[in-house]
């Protein structure tokens, strides 16, 4: 069974920094998509960055320049990297890992969450 377990989450100043971790286990997690989602209060639940099998990321705009996702195959891991935190970054960040199916889509697995809050 398919399981994420999410850390690193907590309370920092504006202008630090955390890094997310996102151990995954269950399956080959090889040939997965890996990323990171974040909902604010009152807010839909957003793409922040993911990452591809072979390396490829994709960010969103608010994440480019302060954010890096990175993976470790051997560990079946996904790390986010934020640098200078904004208030606006607080939000609850989901773990996600995804593969493509024979019938063209995708099946999809969630973590729970870890909060970040970001203020003085």
């Known amino acids: 069974q398919v399981q994420l377990v999410e850390s690193g989450g907590g309370l920092v100043q504006p202008g630090g920094s955390l890094r997310l971790s996102c151990a995954a286990s269950?399956?080959?997690?090889?040939?997965?998509?890996m990323g990171w989602y974040r909902q604010g209060p009152g807010k839909q639940r957003d793409l922040v960055a993911d990452i591809t099998s072979g390396g490829d990321t994709n960010y969103a705009d608010s994440a480019k320049g302060r954010f890096t996702i990175s993976r470790d195959n051997a560990k079946n891991t996904v790390y986010l990297q934020m640098n200078s935190l904004k208030p606006e970054d607080t939000a609850v960040y989901y773990c996600?890992?995804?593969?493509?199916?024979?019938?063209?889509?995708?099946?999809?697995?969630w973590g729970q969450g870890t909060q970040v809050t970001v203020s003085s």
């Open positions: 269950g399956s080959d997690f090889s040939s997965f998509v």
């Open positions: 996600r890992v995804r593969r493509s199916v024979v019938d063209g889509g995708w099946r999809g697995y």
